[in-house]
């Protein structure tokens, strides 16, 4: 479904991805790992026609962005690190915009928009107040309604659990786990492995824009013999630091 | 079609939404309310003039509403605190480019003070004893004009854009006042001339939206193009700097209109008054708010130089490069407003470029002969020594005097006061001799 062929990308003094060759196929949760840095915005922002890159094709469904770049949109939702809300508008407005633009049909989208909303807020009637009001949170929990309204196949999710509840974390999980429905393919980059442990069907361990692993999940932790953790640091930690280094402070 | 409709009625829902923002909304009706108030007031003005005048005198005031209305459209967004363009269409979202911009652009206009405008030109039109139709469709033509530029200006500040580009974009935008008011002040171009430099601003702005994607932010170049890049950034975050040229503008602009204002009233303007509007066209001004405020804000500025072994020259060579910017759009706006007041010709060309030749050193050797002592970021009042502001003032009159009596003799006399002020600075800078620096270290 998704293909990533030679991707390089560079800013003006950094080289952030490095001839990056991915390939994610149907029922699969592809979850990217590593460092601050490492080059998962970056590649997710390529992913989603965000950014460009200096090299290399991007494939979704066989197409690239310059071939079929509408059609491509409508089969993919993404939520990425920037905020591109309508701030003024309130979440439920917001939403219905956004369906407005895939052209859903209008008792479907208050369906939807409804169902998403009861899933993912407490309060519904929050959602009937400005989005600039809203915490950082609960925008989060907009952009990923906003993402999963047009019953994507191919998902790409940007850190979904940083500045989400345990609760909300939850409950994403679960719906994550229920989406992969065998025609579905998701992308989902994060730091918080606990979660990423829990729907990851393959992982993906990127350092200074090379992929250092891809493969399946279980041989990732090597059966079952390794948690994610060890297997993660021990990609990751090549240069082992000491806290006993830091003997002023401690 | 349907976003549109959409994104219009949910905005404007808002605009109004007293439940969930209501201090808000009180203060957009209170905005509307003063927008039309003033509409009604500039309508009165306008009958009496047409009532009092020949109906080519309300022309005359109606060119000075265009004016204002555009430069109201012109610093929103700019003054007093910059908001850089936001994007709302993710570029995932299954929209065309096309679509995607009018979006964009159809989400800036749905604003309070372009809301307001309209109600300001509504209740004008409807009041005054001249064709309407002809003044709302120039005065709409202009608002969307004034924000079209102000957008590449907001643009070329915001986004990571290569120095030419920026510059010019810069260009455009200082060009296009000066169309306007060929446009509106000189009845010489016609409406299908306006409606082209509309028609190459959207084609700009698209070519602007769909080309320039927004980077990853920290890992921009800074090390090419350090003084611009330091100038932006001052833009941007110092409200100081804005402060500095928005006054600098509106100054100028004030004078145009008090100059229209007697105009009006038939009063014929002294030589003295004539003086004093070259004066304030020259870029005193700008330079007063700038010693007074920026440069002694960021006193901690001097520090950056290594001052021993450096030089009175290097340093002054370093605050030019700073102050290029400023300097070229108040040369730009002088032009202008000179050009409006018919005073454009070669002497106070140089009257300009001869202050600026006085003032960059001057203010420079001021600051470390007299150091002031800041207690508050923004301040109105002088933070520079009254002696320096009296010399400044006393020294740019005797240079616009002797300018119009000898342009060559003010020239020679303005560069060899420059020299002995290079000359006096060097010689601080040798002997260490500047209060600023005892009193830091």
Known sequence: MIKLIEIQKRYSIKLALNKVTLSIEKNSIYCLLGKNGAGKTTLINILANLIEPTEGRVLINNLNYSEGSIKIKKDIGVMCEANYLIEELSGFEYLSFVGSLYKIDKSELNKRINGLINYFFEITTDVNIPIMYYSTGMKKKIMLCSALLNKPNILILDEPFSSLDPYASNLLVNLLKKYNNGNRAMLISSHNINYVEQIATHIGVIDEGKILFNGEFQTFIENGEKNINDSLMEILNKTPKNVEDLEWML | ?441
């Not at chain 2, 994104?7 to 509307?32: A, E, M, N, P, Y």
């Open chain 2, 1 to 441: 079609m349907d976003a549109i409709i959409s994104l219009v009625s949910f905005r404007f829902k808002r605009f109004f939404d007293f439940k969930h923002s209501g201090l808000q909304s009180i203060s957009r009706v209170i905005s509307l309310f003063a927008f039309s108030f003033s509409g009604y007031l500039f309508a009165a003005i306008s009958n009496q003039i047409a009532f009092q005048k020949e109906l080519i005198t309300l022309n005359e005031f109606n060119k000075y509403v265009y004016l204002l209305i555009t430069l109201i459209v012109f610093t929103k967004g700019l003054f007093p605190s910059f908001t850089p363009i936001k994007h709302i269409i993710q570029s995932n979202l299954p929209v065309t480019a096309k679509k995607k911009f009018l979006l964009q652009i159809i989400n800036e206009f749905v604003d309070i003070v372009y809301l307001g405008i309209f109600c300001f030109i509504l209740i004008y039109t409807l009041i005054i004893n001249l064709d309407g139709l002809v003044f709302i469709t120039n005065s709409l033509l202009l608002v969307i004009m004034g924000h079209l530029s102000k957008r590449l200006f907001i643009y070329s500040i915001q986004k990571n854009i290569k120095i030419s580009f920026r510059i010019s974009f810069l260009l455009i935008v200082i060009l296009l006042p000066f169309l306007f008011y060929s446009f509106f002040l000189s009845d010489n171009l016609s409406i299908y001339f306006c409606l082209f430099i509309i028609f190459f601003l959207f084609v700009i702005n698209y070519y602007v939206d769909n080309n320039f994607r927004i980077e990853k932010i920290g890992v921009r170049n800074y090390s090419n193009k350090k003084v611009f890049r330091w100038f932006i950034n001052i833009f941007q975050n110092n409200q100081q700097l804005r402060t500095v040229l928005i006054i600098s503008l509106i100054v100028k602009v004030l004078m145009v209109f008090i100059n229209g204002w007697k105009s009006f009233k038939g009063i014929p303007l002294l030589p003295i008054q004539l003086y004093g509007i070259i004066l304030f066209l020259s870029p005193l001004i700008l330079f007063t708010y700038i010693f007074n405020n920026l440069f002694g804000y960021l006193r901690s500025l001097w520090l950056t130089h290594t001052l021993i072994g450096s030089s009175f020259t290097k340093i002054v060579k370093s605050y030019t490069s700073i102050l290029i910017l400023p300097l070229f759009l108040d040369f730009l706006i002088s032009l202008i407003l000179l050009y409006s007041l018919n005073l454009l010709n070669y002497s106070t060309v140089l009257v300009w470029f001869n202050i600026t030749i006085f003032m960059i050193p001057f203010g420079i050797y001021s600051s470390f002969i007299f150091p002031q002592k800041i207690n508050n970021i923004i301040s109105i009042k002088s933070n520079t020594n009254v002696v320096s502001i009296i010399v400044s003032l006393v020294v740019s009159v005797s240079i616009i005097l002797l300018t119009f009596y000898n342009p060559i003799l003010a020239t020679i006399s303005t560069i060899a006061v420059s020299t002995s002020l290079f000359y006096l600075g060097n010689k601080i800078i040798k002997n260490k001799d500047f209060k600023v620096y005892s009193k830091l270290f």
